[in-house]
Structure formats: C-alpha cells, structure tokens
C-alpha cells in the first residue's frame, strides 16, 4: 500500500505527489522569472543575492545547486569559482532545468547540467564545499532524506544554505494569506495562463516547515552551527549549516 503525502492541501500518494509536482513545473518553467518577480515583487532577486554573499565560494570550490531551475544561483556561482572551480546545475525537473541551461549558455557560462533527484543525489561522498537549494525544498517528498544526501556529499567544513518561503510574521499573515489565495491564482491565469499551479504553489509555502522546524531536521540530518536568516518579515528564510 503506497504512503501517502501532502500536494498543498490534498492528500495524495507519495508517487503521485512526485508526478503532480513535475506537472506543476512544466507548466510554469516558461513564465517561472516572470512570475518569481510577479510573487516576491522583485524580492527574490535580493533574497538570491543575499544567499550568494553568504555562500561565500572562493575560486577553486565546488559547488552543487539543488533544484536549480533557470540558474540564477548557477550563474553566480561558475563566475565566483572561476576555471579552477566545479558547480553542477541540477534539477529533477527537465523542463526547468532546459529553461537554466540554456540561460547559462547565452551567458556564455558552460558548466555541468545534471537531471537529478535531490533524494538521491549521484555523487560520492564529502566532495562539495557548498551545497545549495533555493525554493526547492518544499516540494521534495522526503525533506529528511535530502538534506541527509546533502549532508552526505559536503566535504568536512562545507557549508549547505537552503533558501525558501517561510513562516511570515503574525502582523503579515492576514494581508499575505490574502494575496497568496486571491490575487495570486489571478496573476497566475493571467501572466502564465496557469491558475492552478499557482494555487499549489502557495499550498505548498503554508506546508513547508517553519523556520525552527527546519532548523532542527538540519541538525538531525547532522549539520551543525545552524542558523537561519529572515528576510523581509519571515517571507523567506536563508537556513546554514556546517558539516563537521
């Protein structure tokens, strides 16, 4: 009998969960910058770059971004570590991950594009000195089985920042529920034609685990020193860790 799991608000089967989020991907990865500037108002944008300065990658550091999607952590990345550096691009979903490899490439930027599963990551162990995923996290199945592959692949002193949508502050959380689950399926009709997934998306935000909640499935997955960063009231939250 199969497990069953959340897909937003709904109950569904663990397997049919990983092929409800695909579609949901596949359907947006066209629109996907289009829409982030839409939701966040531009926020991303800094939230992204906030997380790079925190990553701190040196030349010569290798580097993975999980759930990649257009690249824009990617872009950053190949350019900090330099020729000398390795960054992987990967993602579990194809279309997502085309949309990035491509932007990547009319950059001029050419670095290894891999289609994975963050649950099973195909790398050996300690070889990252960051492992990063952004906006990606909540829609994995197994959370803890992730983070525990992320831990498994960072070198000893390597670092893994996990940005994503959070739990807002009490005074925002009746303005930001209101724009989540009226106005957000709206723009998502009208700018990407795609009300539905819209609606996952900001399900999907309200089941991911709050920040301290987060914070304690990255110790268990054996992180140490972990912290978290909110970002503009609790929106998003930049969580780091180090494995010792």
């Not at 990658?57 to 000398?84: C, M, N, S, Y």
């Not at 930027?109 to 099973?120: F, Y």
């Not at 990551?121 to 199945?141: C, E, I, K, S, W």
């Not at 959380?173 to 689950?181: E, G, T, V």
Request: proline share 3%.
């Amino acid at each position: 009998m199969s497990n069953s799991t959340h897909f937003g608000y709904t109950t569904v089967a663990e397997e049919e969960k990983v092929h409800k989020v695909a579609e949901v991907f596949h359907s947006v990865a066209a629109k996907y910058d289009i829409m982030n500037d839409v939701m966040s108002g531009g926020l991303h944008r800094l939230w992204k770059i906030f997380t790079i300065a925190q990553a701190g990658v040196r030349p010569g550091f290798k580097v993975l971004d999980i759930a990649g999607g257009t690249g824009d952590l990617t872009k950053e990345f190949v350019r900090q570590a330099g020729k000398t550096g390795e960054v992987w691009h990967t993602d579990i979903n194809e279309s997502m991950l085309r949309v990035g490899r491509d932007r990547l490439l009319n950059k001029g930027l050419v670095t290894p594009t891999l289609l994975c599963d963050a649950e099973k990551l195909p790398f050996r162990d300690n070889y990252f000195d960051r492992v990063t995923v952004a906006f990606g996290l909540r829609n994995m199945t197994h959370k803890d089985q992730a983070l525990a592959e992320m831990h498994r692949v960072l070198k000893p002193g390597g670092k893994l920042l996990v940005l994503e949508f959070s739990k807002v502050s009490e005074l925002l959380q009746k303005p930001y529920d209101l724009y989540s689950f009226k106005l957000l399926p709206v723009m998502g009709k009208l700018i990407a034609n795609d009300e539905d997934s819209y609606r996952y998306l900001a399900e999907s935000i309200r089941m991911h685990p709050d920040q301290e909640t987060l914070k304690g499935m990255m110790e268990q997955a054996g992180l140490e020193k972990v912290q978290y960063f909110n970002l503009t009231a609790g929106v998003a939250a930049l969580h780091t860790g180090i494995k010792l």
